[in-house]
């Protein structure tokens, strides 16, 4: 068995050679927040010994962030960061990379007039839209990870004892991203080549659509022509590869923008924009969001659906097994880096340009007239469990089983 | 006697109020170290309080610092951080308030080669010249404060032991800003006001020159006509008192930029660069640096005065007396924020716009007309000691003592 101190180093090797895979005289920016020092100052060496030129850290702090909250103005939120996309964009033309450190608290932002909120994420999502078509389209390698805080870890282990809660939760992130294994980088090798004989087989296959069925969901999605699934791990602009998450479990692809007919219904809570949406039942028609309802979050989910007219269709549809070891860990992160990667899902907004053929070097305008959504916006939601039933429906009227009870049918 | 809670909230309270004095409706930018976060959290929610728009928080981490010098290759050093200066200038412009809190290790980069500090401070001193401008002519609000780390503490008390040495700097921190005081802010307007009299007497003397006489000293710096006497208390171009040093002591002017003859030494070491040069002595002629040694940090103090033609003249001189609170303290602080306000010093580098008629409106010709210097640094070294003796030589010849072994001569 593995000390902290190992799986620790073995967690940022992977973010650096398999996450970003950071490239000689490369500039590597990490955001992170400022209780995560010890990870961010590992990834700072291992990303200088893999001959970055220059590594730039963004801390945040979240106690920072909630006071804006609570004491700016309305205006505060009304004005985009223009230096920070700025320098966002700057740094992608240049060829940076972009590594995320996600330990935000869930519900950091619990009883903060939801307006507020949306409106920062509007003029952010609006600012930064150059950036998200970067990353959206590969030209850029980023990979977004997560570290522990205080908070989060409360809210994942609420039972346990204050004092072991981070370390529970730096046990339960080791494990789901192969962190103790022995040799982490040829499991991930091993791993992303297993994901990708999954979406070699859906490309193969050429669904005209899927038909997903499982408790309080009956939803239709129909792909575009050329539309491909994809995993995480992918190939920037410059021919490097990289894996956008870590962990990952998922193959997804594109819906097509206007072909989502029926209801689904959420299976675990979803935190967005500091607060948590929980069982929450979505309806289509036309790929349009035309009726929702939530027990927990109701205005959030309002707020998100009305962020801009992408956001009220799909532009994600994601195939996790039940039997994904993190699902199988039964735990529930209130974190969508990791719930996501133990459930089937679809994201509300905006689509991979990489998901249609040829995608990458596409305008938006003719994505958009092969059924690609557009949106400031792009929030995954979980609707798999073990009652989840998937069949594929072929273009000349077939119907193949994809998942039984939640597992993959081949 | 008030608890260290009361006291750090009345610091916080002394650089929102009287430092950068935040207005409504304004920016504030912190730079600040990730462990000095619960003063951050306490400025962020004053500044908050008194109606900013904004407060953006800028953290560093030392170990992410310190790993660029030991791992990143030499072009890394040699292209300026553009985003940065943009930021900065365009937040200037946009009427920002900025505050610095400074902890840094004072011998943090000691083994790194001289030729990368100097090559990163140059690139830097020329990207941030636009910034630098606005804030030497007073355009923006600007304040320096301290707050102690780890390091920077076990440099100021190596004999104490390690879990006492942050709060022993605590202590001596609020004791030489007046945080300790039961109505700090009042004890602010008075003391700025005592150091606006002596300002007044020596604006009213209009001396030709100054000549300085101390064990190692003896040192002519002619004033430039118009000369004026300021002291750290501000007015900027909106209008707004600010103080730009919590703690100062000093009024200081500028240099007649060719009028500097003889030589001075040092009396307490310099951290510059992260490094510390200590027991030196220059030596002027016409104003130019001509020789100088030094018994520590030799490498260093050339590369400093290597900088640019402007590093190799004064920017300011300054008189603190020996007498001063944090000079009676016998604490060594290795910082110059502290030091400098415990004794008599010059600066290297670029002068002060305010510190000439007229000078903040006008343009880098007129001020070099003027015998204004003008540099990408403006470095301040420590000389005074209670056998400073200073005269004042009127433009008709007669000489007045300013400085009687140390302290005030009047």
């Not at 030129?53 to 106690?63: H, Q, S």
């Not at 990979?143 to 809210?155: C, F, H, R, T, V």
Request: hydrophobic content about 40%.
């Amino acid at each position: 068995m593995l000390s902290f101190e190992q799986k620790l180093d073995n967690y940022a090797t992977l973010a650096i050679q398999i996450g970003v895979n950071v490239q000689p005289g490369q500039t590597l920016v990490i955001n992170a927040m400022i209780d995560s020092g010890q990870l961010v100052q590992l990834l700072v060496r291992k990303a200088y010994e893999a001959g970055a030129k220059l590594v730039k850290v963004n801390y945040t702090d979240e106690a920072v962030s909630r006071m804006r909250y609570d004491h700016a103005s309305e205006e505060s939120f009304l004005e985009a960061p223009t230096w920070f996309a700025g320098e966002m964009i700057e740094l992608a033309e240049n060829g940076a990379a972009f590594l995320t450190v996600i330990s935000s608290s869930p519900d950091l932002l619990k009883g903060v007039a939801p307006e507020r909120i949306a409106n920062h994420q509007r003029t952010y999502g609006q600012a930064m839209a150059k950036y998200r078509q970067y990353q959206q389209a590969d030209k850029v390698s980023w990979n977004g990870l997560a570290a522990p805080s205080p908070d989060w870890a409360a809210k994942v282990f609420p039972d346990a004892l204050p004092e072991n809660q981070v370390n529970m939760l730096w046990d339960a992130i080791f494990a789901a991203v192969r962190a103790d294994q022995p040799d982490p980088i040829q499991a991930w090798h091993d791993h992303i080549d297993k994901l990708q004989v999954k979406s070699d087989e859906l490309n193969n296959k050429k669904f005209q659509s899927l038909h997903f069925v499982a408790p309080g969901t009956d939803l239709t999605v129909e792909l575009p022509e050329g539309h491909i699934w994809a995993q995480a791990g992918s190939v920037n602009e410059q021919g490097t590869t990289f894996v956008a998450n870590i962990p990952t479990e998922e193959v997804f692809t594109a819906p097509l923008k206007n072909g989502v007919n029926g209801k689904v219904t959420s299976t675990k809570p979803l935190s967005y924009g500091g607060n948590i949406i929980d069982r929450f039942s979505i309806s289509f028609e036309n790929g349009r969001i035309v009726d929702f309802s939530a027990e927990e979050g109701y205005e959030t989910l309002e707020r998100l659906v009305n962020m801009d007219e992408g956001s009220h269709y799909l532009g994600e549809v994601a195939l996790v097994p039940f039997h994904s070891p993190i699902s199988q860990s039964n735990i529930l992160y209130y974190t969508t880096l990791f719930d996501e990667n133990a459930s089937c899902h679809l994201a509300i907004g905006s689509s991979y340009a990489f998901n249609i053929d040829g995608g990458k070097t596409m305008s938006s305008e003719d994505l958009a007239a092969k059924g690609m959504n557009q949106s400031i916006t792009h929030v995954d939601f979980m609707m798999g469990s073990s009652e989840m039933n998937i069949y594929g429906i072929t273009h000349d009227g077939a119907k193949v089983q994809i998942f039984t009870d939640g597992n993959w049918a081949f």
